[in-house]
């Protein structure tokens, strides 16, 4: 079966911190990779994504993904953590050829207190 | 264009009644999806739409779900008799074929009592 998971149901960081969002993936094929983030009763808002090339993945405000196909990884960063940054985070991934159906990881809560 | 909409926002509705969820896509997308999320769980893929067609349904979808895209713009999603555990987060997300980022509406949470 094909699954995402998010191994932390919550990350705590203080303002100014690096911060580190964990997701592995086990699906068929070359996936697709995704980060989504939910603000509170917002829809998901596309942060960044990984098709193929440079392991690391530049995306909005600042954050960044590092893909690693032998750990199945793709680890959501940032190096300078903001108190607006606080919000449900999502990894998501999709088998390569067929864009239909999102796998979506269980989401991780990051808080960022000042 | 302001992105994926979706009405209503909220419903609260008796068991054993039916809802109805509207989906409004980003105009030029031609692919439309629907998700169910529920409080501490990620999305749901339920059901896919290119243009008109109803591509693929997920065993999530029961009997009781019907969704339409007959124009291949605006879908419904439609749950006949409801029950306490169709409460939940509907998701709509739209795509253009090709690209393979889906773009999120704000949801319809649903409350059955």
């Known amino acids: 079966a094909q699954s995402v998971a998010q191994p932390e149901d919550q990350v705590n960081v203080a303002e100014g911190n690096p911060l580190t969002v964990k997701c592995t993936y086990s699906?068929?094929?070359?996936?697709?990779l995704f980060w989504y983030v939910q603000y509170p009763n917002r829809g998901l808002q596309f942060l960044l994504k990984?098709?193929?090339?440079?392991?690391l993945v530049k995306g909005s405000y600042g954050f960044e993904a590092e893909f690693n196909k032998s750990q199945t990884s793709f680890h959501l960063k940032k190096p300078s953590a903001l108190v607006s940054d606080s919000a449900l985070y999502f990894c998501a991934a999709v088998k390569g050829g067929n864009f239909n159906k999102f796998y979506f990881g269980s989401g991780t809560k990051l808080n960022v207190k000042p | 264009d302001t992105g994926v909409s979706q009405d209503p926002r909220h419903k609260i509705t008796k068991r054993g009644q039916n809802v109805t969820f509207r989906c409004d896509p980003i105009s030029e997308h031609n692919r439309l999806y629907w998700y169910r999320q529920t409080l501490g769980q990620g999305p749901e893929f339920l059901t896919y739409?290119?243009?008109?067609?109803?591509?693929?349904k997920s065993r999530l979808l029961s009997d009781r779900f019907s969704a339409e895209r007959p124009k291949g713009s605006f879908s419904t999603l439609e749950i006949q008799r409801t029950e306490q555990g169709d409460s939940a987060m509907y998701l709509c997300?739209?795509?253009?074929?090709?690209?393979?980022?889906?773009?999120f509406g704000p949801g319809t949470r649903l409350l059955v009592l």
């Open positions: 699906v068929s094929g070359n996936p697709y």
């Open positions: 997300a739209s795509s253009l074929q090709g690209f393979e980022t889906q773009y």
């Open positions: 739409f290119q243009n008109e067609a109803q591509l693929e």
């Open positions: 990984y098709i193929t090339g440079d392991n």
